[in-house]
């Protein structure tokens, strides 16, 4: 046998991949930074330009110095004062380069900024087909309120991802076949005292709902709960993916005679294995891992999914590797799987933790959450953590409608904004120049938004767009409280500024799937 992780080379053929990350068909202001201050320093510079904290450090700013100063034999702020020089003096683009602690620091333009505050992002279409799994619940009970963190997190990750043009699907696969299934189908026993009961059985009262159905029968129903869950939450899926369907359709089979054509599997303690992973049990049934390498040749060579997003739970963190090494024996490159794990979230209440357990019937679903706070707060809240980050729900917070919630914050700024639309007679009209720096601000805030799109493609940070609609609205409010719009000598140049807000601020919240309201 050859050993899974130790195959010599040409037992298998990976696929060739590379992802197109975005890049716009239009100006992209960070690209052209990046292009000149590359030209200053050379090609190998890898110049990443990043926002500075602190508004004196410029418009922009990177630490290629660094990067240059040992292959150079030279100081980083010696090659960043050069580069800086020879920037401020030549760049049609930039206003001054400046050099701090190594750093090269970028003041652009005024007339940079506005031009490409003129100028509307389009995205083009990817060839690149995106499968994004996510929530998968097992069909065993309700949708929890962490089922809800998973389901917002894949539905805004593929809004986005179709915003830059890629073709998605969204996928929730049903496991409706195996272990959870049957003892579901116990657990309505037990609590009809048909059966004796046990520690692993689910409980609760929807458990005792189910009285009289067997285990399947209890699977459709439970299963179309769910669905209605997630309309409710305003989750939506292209497909709906039974984990039965594929033992009906013999696909495990076909996957084990795969494998075993290229003597990848070995017989051993009367189960069969693939490298240390168990496929076929002593007992003759198929493991979950034979099921999920079954479903991930699906996706990629039947269906010919370019890239696969699962989107998992935190217990599944050390199934990882075991996974990619799995569909690496199948001959797919295990780069096309990108898997997000989500961590663990709690439900906190007046500074306590609310403890939920899904098998002893003690849980928060997500229609109960849903209810007490609403979609729109639930999906901020949610979305607002990166998902390699443990949270604390605070229902307190989730409550306040006011400004103190950040979500009403940012739908807040929204309706001041169309407040002033809707009173002004003006026709809006391109800015010439800035006479505040509060104008300067918030149009160089607005000119991020497509590097803001360009950077959560890349990792899939979806928390990066929540803190972008909470700070363009604070850099909004601040404009609000400093320049008088309507009655302005200058109204239609500052109605463009106001209206450019408002369009940015509004597609973010539809990728994030949180309402805009004109009104509040």
Do not use: C
């Not at 003129?118 to 619940?137: D, G, L, W, Y």
């Not at 909004?476 to 719009?485: I, M």
């Not at 302005?488 to 109605?495: N, P, V, Y």
Request: charged share 30%; net charge neutral; hydrophobic share 40%.
């Amino acid at each position: 046998m050859l050993g899974l992780w130790k195959r010599p080379l040409g037992t298998q053929k990976l696929r060739a991949f590379s992802l197109n990350y975005p890049r716009y068909t239009t100006f992209m202001l960070r690209d052209d930074l990046a292009k000149e201050i590359s030209e200053v320093l050379g090609a190998e510079a890898g110049v990443r330009l990043t926002q500075p904290e602190r508004r004196e450090n410029g418009d922009w700013s990177t630490t290629a110095p660094f990067l240059l100063a040992k292959k150079l034999s030279r100081k980083p702020d010696e090659i960043a004062a050069d580069a800086a020089s020879k920037l401020s003096a030549s760049s049609k683009i930039i206003e001054r380069a400046e050099a701090k602690g190594g750093f090269l620091n970028i003041f652009v333009k005024d007339e940079t900024l506005i031009k490409t505050l003129s100028v509307k992002t389009q995205f083009p279409a990817k060839k690149e087909r995106i499968n994004i799994e996510f929530v998968s619940a097992n069909p065993t009970g309700p949708l929890t309120m962490a089922n809800g963190r998973g389901g917002f997190y894949g539905d805004a990750l593929a809004n986005l991802l179709q915003k830059v043009g890629y073709n998605v699907t969204r996928e929730f696969y049903i496991n409706d076949a195996g272990n959870q299934v049957r003892l579901l189908g116990e657990s309505i026993e037990a609590a009809e005292g048909n059966r004796e009961a046990k520690e692993e059985y689910y409980k609760g009262e929807y458990v005792k709902r189910l009285a009289g159905k067997n285990a399947q029968e209890a699977v459709r129903i439970l299963l179309s709960e769910i669905r209605l869950s997630l309309k409710r939450a305003g989750i939506e899926f292209d497909v709906w993916f039974s984990e039965q369907e594929l033992h009906k359709k013999g696909e495990l089979d076909k996957v084990l005679s795969f494998l075993e054509s290229k003597g990848l599997i070995e017989k051993k303690d009367n189960a069969i294995w693939l490298g240390d992973a168990v496929l076929i049990k002593s007992d003759g049934e198929p493991t979950y891992f034979l099921s999920d390498l079954a479903y991930h040749y699906d996706k990629f060579l039947k269906r010919q999914f370019d890239i696969a997003i699962d989107v998992w739970g935190a217990d599944h963190h050390g199934y990882v590797d075991r996974i990619k090494k799995g569909i690496e024996a199948l001959g797919i490159n295990p780069e096309r799987l990108k898997i997000v794990i989500m961590q663990l979230v709690r439900l906190m209440q007046g500074g306590t933790e609310v403890r939920m357990s899904k098998r002893a019937g003690e849980f928060v679903t997500m229609d109960e959450l849903l209810e007490e706070v609403g979609v729109d707060v639930a999906r901020w809240f949610f979305l607002e953590r990166g998902a390699n980050t443990h949270m604390d729900f605070d229902l307190d917070l989730a409550k306040e409608k006011s400004e103190k919630n950040p979500v009403y914050y940012v739908q807040y700024a929204h309706t001041r904004i169309a407040s002033i639309l809707q009173k002004s007679t003006t026709v809006a009209s391109p800015l010439k120049d800035f006479n505040n720096p509060v104008e300067r601000e918030l149009a160089l805030k607005i000119i991020r938004y497509p590097e803001i799109l360009d950077d959560t493609a890349r990792d899939y940070g979806v928390q990066r767009l929540t803190s972008y609609a909470y700070e363009l609205a604070q850099t909004f409010s601040g404009f609000y409280r400093d320049v008088k719009v309507i009655g302005s000598d200058r109204e239609a140049e500052l109605l463009y500024l106001v209206l450019k807000t408002k369009e940015t601020l509004a597609d973010v919240l539809a990728i994030l799937g949180i309402s805009r309201p004109e009104k509040m």
